[in-house]
């Protein structure tokens, strides 16, 4: 009786407490696969990637379609969707957030990912990537080569299960919200592109961006097709919560290196031993980042360890020679010493962008120091001393037979 | 006279003592009511044991002593071929050559033997010879006339094994204890018959071993037979209703079997078995909550197949209970917790579901339920031909109606089969599957998470005749995990379990040398 009483009563608070309020069928969902967000003259419009369960397209693939709704703010948009939608939006499998240019570049991000991570019903691990064409909805509205969903696209673009190139570490909403609030750090977001839309990657790269080969790239690769095609299209830079500029194709690896401290990506470089140019797959590196005190300044110093797997050698160098091998590894060491140390510069110098996280060093070392001169920092950046300590190990020349 | 008679049973007592200690080394005495009373105190407590005197019809002074064991003899043989020339042979005399004379010229059996220690006779009578006792000699006489029922019924349907002992328990008690009896050749073995039932009058034997049962759980379990008063006991679970603990709990504290060779094993470990007659199931206690995982069949295979299966029955119960009311909580309330592919398969399939999904997941199993009790009831033939209607015709056509999901028939094949893995629990699947279901589609993960917690509340508190069914103890050593989780190779169990047997020493000192 004493247990049957129990058993009633856990009911009851079962009851009471749940009330069966959470139950949501699944054929009552709207599945939002991403958002993309642009400026209005009034507000904002809100495009919503909804994907549609009931068809296919004449690929089989999952059909879907892209909404657009408006309102003052974001919230506002939102609410008018309910509106004119007969099933319950679900955000809580959101893969992407697009996010336009023009909102990076004039009111920053902050304000938007703060209402994303305050909504219980966001998932805090969607994608949060930057828009280079005319409008945010565009790159929803296109398709990635290999998959029609292009929330999905993006997804598996920047968040690859392997480790390789283009890999952001702070792409994930939660991740770039609290990179933003880190005093000194800067967030960098990729940026993707349609073709068609290059006019306003080059109006971008004209202002010293450098995102006009990125931009070209994606254009020139689907010239051509009919339907729009996305791709990435750079890696936008902020300064705080707002976008500043784009860094260059050529830089980006550089970046990654000095940023993310753990990427498998591929490096041509010059041999002086007969000419030519080698190949090697970056197979482990570590990059540790600290400031370093000088004659009463700081420096910046990147401490990089890292061991290359050689894959492709210059015809004509012989292998089997001692000096080869450890004239082929000086030339490695230095033209990394050399790429990483130009990207470095270029960024801090020309860009004027504290991407490499130079002042979040700062305040490391000294937290009171840069209370300081966080106010004067965008002046005193580019003075910068930088210096690259390189630690370069090739492995798989034995692999070569003399030639 | 009082006096001499209290010290000579003072002595005897203190001789069976010294006998049961060091059986092997004792002879006879020659003393014919000393023997008898020696063999009496040995087999104490051991009702199918029968010591009788006889006497030759035409010399009555000459007695001699009989012992075997009821059942397991062949009655017909005994009565023609020893009793009887014993009985009616003329000219037997009473001299030194008398056991020479029985032995080549009075009862001519084909493997008669003499034998001059106690511990040669309490093997023979308990393996169902004839043990002669003669009056004035030092050796006594065994007979093979074993009786007893070598294959009295087939395996049990459900408890099949591939490998081991096939036989299996019949409704005849006394045949039953034979089974158990062939198995453990040793006085040590205690076997009480008591009578229960007003009208049935049903006996049951209560079988242990002596060395090792603990006396407080003994002791218990006579106190709780003790109370049952009802009219009638036509099955071993009529017993088990009134004796065991927590009788609302949906999980066992007492455990059932139909296996001589399962009988035995828990006897080995310091268990209790409970005979009913007229019943094939055997009562066995206490009960630990990771012998629903335990197979016979796990000690007659190599120990990495059985450490393999036990961890997928665990795994199967782990699936039968929890998979219906985990897939209603993701499905229904945190839709979250699913990755985005299968979010979108599992949401393409309800499309154009006209029920609710709780709806659908409580009336799936249920039509489950009902196809499985209808094809335990039915004949072999036509419970195939169910199975067929039920998986293939039923399941099938109720996908392409639009009135299930496909991905909900695959969940309930699913809870299906692994709940067939573990039959032992069977009812404690069916109640826990039921009410998680409840609890998830109330609160989704919350109430699930609820629920397994009340039902391992209760599994901690669970006891089977003082015995923690579940036992947490942070100082774990190997000897105590051998047999749950993992079945440990054979030579490496030195411990019986800790809880339940007196004598918890299971191997030898000896070492393997190569």
């Known amino acids: ?403 | 006279m009082d006096f001499k008679f209290f010290a000579r049973k003072r002595r005897l007592e203190e001789k069976i003592k010294e006998l049961n200690q060091n059986l092997d080394s004792i002879e006879l005495s020659g003393d014919l009511a000393e023997e008898m009373a020696i063999l009496e105190g040995l087999f104490e407590k051991v009702d199918p044991m029968v010591l009788r005197r006889i006497r030759n019809q035409h010399n009555e002074k000459l007695e001699f002593g009989l012992v075997y064991c009821a059942g397991m003899i062949d009655n017909e043989y005994v009565g023609e071929a020893i009793i009887k020339p014993l009985t009616s042979s003329q000219g037997i005399n009473y001299d030194k050559n008398l056991t020479d004379t029985i032995l080549t010229q009075i009862v001519c059996n084909h493997n008669g033997m003499k034998a001059q220690k106690y511990s040669e006779i309490v093997e023979a009578a308990t393996y169902g010879d004839v043990v002669v006792l003669i009056p004035g000699s030092k050796d006594a006489l065994i007979y093979s006339t074993q009786g007893f029922p070598l294959r009295g019924t087939d395996e049990p349907e459900n408890e099949k094994t591939l490998v081991g002992p096939k036989e299996g328990f019949g409704e005849s008690l006394i045949n039953n204890l034979a089974f158990l009896h062939r198995r453990l050749r040793t006085n040590d073995l205690k076997m009480q018959f008591r009578t229960l039932g007003k009208r049935t009058r049903t006996s049951i034997c209560l079988c242990y071993l002596d060395s090792l049962v603990k006396p407080d759980i003994l002791k218990e379990l006579e106190e709780r037979l003790a109370i049952i008063d009802i009219d009638g006991i036509l099955d071993s679970n009529y017993i088990q209703e009134f004796i065991r603990d927590e009788g609302y709990s949906p999980f066992r504290t007492i455990g059932t079997t139909e296996r001589p060779d399962v009988v035995t094993g828990k006897l080995l470990e310091g268990r209790i078995a409970i005979f009913v007659d007229g019943a094939p199931t055997v009562l066995t206690l206490p009960y630990l909550f990771m012998e629903n995982f335990v197979n016979s069949e796990d000690y007659y295979l190599p120990f990495y197949y059985a450490t393999f299966s036990r961890v997928l029955r665990i795994c199967g119960f782990i699936l039968a209970v929890t998979v219906p009311a985990f897939y209603l909580a993701v499905s229904a309330f945190n839709h979250e917790m699913l990755p985005t592919p299968l979010l979108i398969s599992i949401a393409r399939e309800r499309q154009n579901i006209p029920f609710p999904m709780a709806l659908e997941i409580f009336s799936m199993l249920l039509v489950f339920d009902l196809l499985r009790e209808a094809g335990i009831r039915m004949p072999t033939v036509i419970g195939s031909a169910m199975s067929i209607v039920g998986g293939l015709v039923l399941g099938q056509a109720a996908v392409q109606a639009r009135l299930v999901s496909s991905v909900l028939i695959i969940m309930v094949a699913l809870t299906g089969i692994t709940g067939l893995l573990v039959p032992k629990m069977n009812t404690s699947i069916l109640v826990v599957r039921y009410s998680l279901l409840v609890a998830a589609s109330i609160m989704g993960l919350p109430g699930l998470t609820l629920g397994i917690a009340f039902w391992w509340v209760h599994l901690l508190n669970l006891r089977s005749f003082g015995v923690t069914q579940i036992e947490i103890n942070i100082n774990m050593n190997y000897q105590d995990q051998k047999d749950l989780l993992l079945r440990a190779p054979l030579w490496r169990m030195a411990r019986r379990p800790r809880n339940i047997a007196k004598d918890s020493v299971r191997k030898g000192e000896t070492r393997r040398q190569w």
């Open chain 1, 1 to 403: 009786m004493k247990a049957a009483g129990r058993l009633i009563l856990f009911a009851v608070l079962a009851l009471l407490l749940s009330g069966c309020t959470n139950y949501l069928d699944l054929n009552r969902l709207e599945i939002v696969a991403g958002i993309a967000i642009d400026r209005n003259e009034e507000g904002y419009n809100v495009a919503l990637e909804l994907l549609n369960l009931t068809e296919t397209d004449p690929e089989g693939a999952l059909a879907f379609q892209v909404a657009e709704f408006s309102g003052q703010t974001i919230p506002a948009a939102m609410e008018n969707a309910k509106g004119r939608l007969t099933k319950e939006l679900y955000f809580g499998n959101l893969q992407t957030i697009v996010i336009s240019r023009q909102i990076a570049e004039e009111e920053g991000v902050a304000s938007i990912l703060d209402w994303f991570m305050r909504d219980s019903g966001l998932r805090e691990t969607s994608m949060v990537v930057l828009s280079t064409a005319e409008t945010a909805k565009e790159v929803l509205e296109a398709k990635g080569e290999d998959m029609a969903i292009a929330a999905f696209a993006i997804e598996a673009i920047v968040n690859p299960p392997e480790k390789e190139v283009f890999q952001v570490r702070d792409t994930m909403l939660y991740r770039v919200y609290n990179a933003i609030h880190i005093e000194g750090k800067n967030i960098v977001l990729m940026a993707f592109g349609v073709n068609g839309s290059g006019e306003k990657a080059k109006d971008a790269q004209d202002q010293g961006s450098g995102e006009e080969k990125a931009g070209a790239e994606t254009e020139g690769d689907s010239a051509g097709q009919e339907e729009p095609v996305l791709g990435v299209s750079g890696i936008g830079l902020f300064n705080g919560d707002r976008l500043v500029g784009f860094l260059p194709q050529e830089n980006l690896n550089a970046l990654l290196v000095l940023r993310e401290k753990g990427m498998q990506q591929t490096f041509a470089f010059p041999v002086s031993q007969g000419g030519g140019y080698a190949t090697f797959r970056v197979s482990r590196i570590k990059s540790e980042r600290h400031m370093k005190e000088t004659g009463g300044g700081l420096t910046l110093c990147f401490d990089v360890k890292a061991t290359g797997l050689l894959i492709q050698a210059p015809p004509g160098l012989d292998m089997s020679q001692r000096d080869a091998i450890e004239s082929l590894q000086q030339d490695a060491t230095a033209f990394m010493k050399e790429y990483l140390l130009t990207t470095a510069e270029y960024i801090c110098r020309e860009l004027k962008v504290d991407a490499i996280d130079a002042g979040y060093e700062v305040y490391k070392m000294d937290g009171r120091l840069w209370q300081e001169i966080k106010g004067d920092w965008d002046r005193l950046l580019p003075q910068l001393p930088i210096e690259i300590n390189m630690e370069l190990h090739i492995a798989g020349t034995g692999a070569y037979k003399a030639s």
